[in-house]
């Protein structure tokens, strides 16, 4: 059985990582949560540069777990990874249970696994009206004429995501699978960076090249912060 817990995970390169404020508030405000517990900083910084030891570039995440007297924290380390680009997505009626929270307690896999068994990438989560939240690993945005439309909904409020909310336009509101046809684009944002979509459920999605890399372009130029 799966432990009880919640993570944050990182692309760290030249043993630096972006956003990483944002990445001990993570722990903090689900330590916080879950578990009643403060986080040290300073202990979880520890752990990340011993785990990397010499490695310069990976994928890391920090894991907290359930644990008496205090959470159990565990770093991983593994090679460095990107976001394959375009993506092409399976809908599927499912949305994470406190979904604010990037914990372990959850059925995601199960439909991304579902999904690529039937020829798609991954799969994109959604209420039983439709509504659009999330996919099983990434944000998901679409472009109009008015910039970024982040979908609102019960999700996990991405690194990625508010790093770039931070410096495109962009704005929350509901939106539909039957909405999909209607934008200019889509997107996604984690860890590993920026994806364009190019279909939902087999509707074909245009891709705007110079829109994608302009936000693969504000994401470039975040800051890196020493780990």
């Known amino acids: 059985m799966e432990a009880f817990g919640h993570f944050t995970a990182m692309q760290v390169r030249g043993k630096r990582a972006r ?3 944002l990445h001990f508030r993570r722990l903090e405000e689900a330590n916080r949560e879950l578990f009643s517990a403060d986080l040290d900083r300073n202990r979880v910084q520890e752990l990340m ?5 010499d490695v310069e570039d990976a994928s ?13 924290l565990d770093v991983t ?5 990107g976001i394959a680009s375009p993506q092409r997505l399976q809908s599927v009626q499912y949305l994470r249970p406190e ?3 990037k914990h372990l307690a959850t059925e995601q896999g199960v439909h991304r696994l579902a999904a690529e ?3 798609y990438d991954d799969a994109v989560l959604t209420a039983g009206d439709g509504t659009i939240a999330e996919t099983t690993i990434a944000n998901i945005g679409f472009f109009d004429d008015g910039g970024i439309v982040w979908p609102e909904a019960p999700l996990l409020r991405g690194i990625t995501m508010q790093l770039l909310e931070s410096r495109v336009p962009s704005r929350h509101a509901a939106v539909r699978l039957q909405d999909v046809a209607s934008f200019e684009g889509a997107f996604l944002s984690n ?3 920026v994806a364009a979509v190019s279909e939902i459920d087999g509707i074909t999605l245009p891709v ?4 994608i890399e302009t936000l693969v372009s504000a994401y470039e130029a975040v800051p890196w912060d020493a780990i």
């Open 117 to 119: 068994r039937n020829g």
């Open 99 to 101: 979904a604010h929270l």
């Open 19 to 21: 956003g990483l404020e």
């Open 60 to 72: 890391l995440r920090v894991y907290s777990y359930a644990s008496k007297p205090a959470p159990r």
């Open 208 to 211: 705007p090249t110079e829109r």
């Open 191 to 193: 860890s590993r960076g």
């Open 49 to 53: 540069r011993d785990a990397l030891g």
């Open 77 to 81: 380390v593994r090679p460095p990874g």
